[in-house]
């Protein structure tokens, strides 16, 4: 069971498995873009996270890449999420107040926004200050706005020649590795579960063999793209969560031969490191789903090096020179 608005009141019933203990993602509902009634103004937007969530840590990459740091500002959620939602908690280390609206928990945001909202409270969320209303707040859509809608000091995450391919390869890892951890953590049943770890981790040794010939997941391998940020948001949480705590263990990223260095190169991106909060991302984890780790022990381990060499620069490509800036 997880939390929930049905007509702008507060549940804590929503069931999240279907009837063959599938995970159930609820779909989200703000589904506006940039453009004609959103223009792409710097200053007017604002940004809600989590540092814990991997959907908001793909965001926030984009915005950090991009250097949007000064067009659209951003604030940070607390990663325990209690019963009430997303708090914000800026007495907590890499957490910030509501520098917008003031809120002390992010679902005042959703009924700002609309009164009867039903729905769950999720991040990112894209804020329009000029509307006092939120624009989007499905992730994949975010990311793309920013990186087509601004302009990025030259960093191109979503080249208009291989979006197609960008496009194909994002659908492509959703439900399998995405989506693939959750339907495996939160399944209702022992098959459900099976098929969810089987699929992700078929997905994860066809990508390890894509990523030993190439730097990157799509086009020449040559570019950094959406792509890559939408696989890493995974990946840099799996060893650390989703091996223990959604019992996808069948392996590790690390034991990879191509992914794991694949993970380091893109943590050493300029404008990528400051966005992972592993602290914030296990506090969240372990201690939010007291369903599946009822005792909220935060795993220790593993110790993982990130900063290590990757030896993926003899690949073709290079990362985008960014600015590096506070996020």
Same mark, same amino acid.
């Given at each position: ?88 908690? /800026? ?14 928990? +992010? ?18 969320? +894209? ?6 209303? =939120? ?7 975010? *990311? ?21 391919? =960008? ?49 990157? *997941? ?5 570019? +950094? ?5 939408? *696989? ?48 914030? =991302? ?9 369903? =599946?780790? /009822? ?27 960014? /600015?590096?800036?506070?996020?």
């Amino acid at each position: 069971m997880v939390n929930t608005f049905v007509d702008g009141e507060w549940r804590t019933d929503y069931d999240m498995q279907d009837d063959d203990g599938e995970f159930d993602r609820q779909p989200t509902t703000f589904r506006d873009r940039l453009g004609e009634d959103y223009p792409a103004e710097a200053g007017r937007y604002h940004l809600y996270i989590s540092r814990a969530c991997p959907w908001a840590h793909g965001a926030s990459m984009v915005r950090s890449l991009m250097g949007l740091e000064d067009t659209v500002s951003m604030d940070i959620v607390d990663p325990y999420r209690d019963d009430k939602g997303w708090q914000f908690t /800026p007495e907590k280390d890499d957490c910030t107040p509501d520098t917008v609206n003031g809120f002390d928990y +992010l679902g005042e945001t959703y009924l700002e926004a609309d009164p009867n909202y039903t729905g769950r409270v999720t991040v990112p969320v +894209l804020w329009d200050r000029e509307e006092g209303t =939120i624009v989007n707040n499905e992730s994949i859509e975010v *990311m793309r706005m920013f990186a087509d809608a601004f302009e990025g000091n030259g960093v191109d995450l979503y080249p208009e020649d291989i979006r197609d391919e =960008i496009d194909e390869a994002v659908d492509a890892i959703y439900d399998p590795v995405n989506n693939g951890v959750y339907r495996a953590g939160f399944a209702g049943t022992q098959a459900a579960y099976e098929r969810a770890v089987g699929e992700l981790f078929t997905a994860l040794d066809q990508w390890d063999a894509v990523l030993a010939d190439q730097r990157y *997941m799509v086009g020449d391998g040559e570019r +950094l793209t959406l792509a890559d940020l939408r *696989m890493f948001a995974t990946l840099v949480r799996f060893d650390q969560v989703y091996h223990t705590h959604f019992k996808c263990n069948k392996r590790l990223v690390q034991q990879y031969e191509n992914l794991w260095p694949y993970v380091r190169d893109i943590y050493q991106t300029p404008g990528v490191a400051k966005t992972v909060n592993m602290a914030h =991302i296990k506090e969240h984890y372990y201690t939010t789903h007291t369903d =599946i780790n /009822p005792t909220a022990f935060v795993a220790v381990g593993p110790d993982l090096d990130f900063e290590a060499d990757h030896d993926r620069d003899d690949l073709p490509g290079e990362p985008p020179a960014t /600015p590096v800036a506070d996020v």
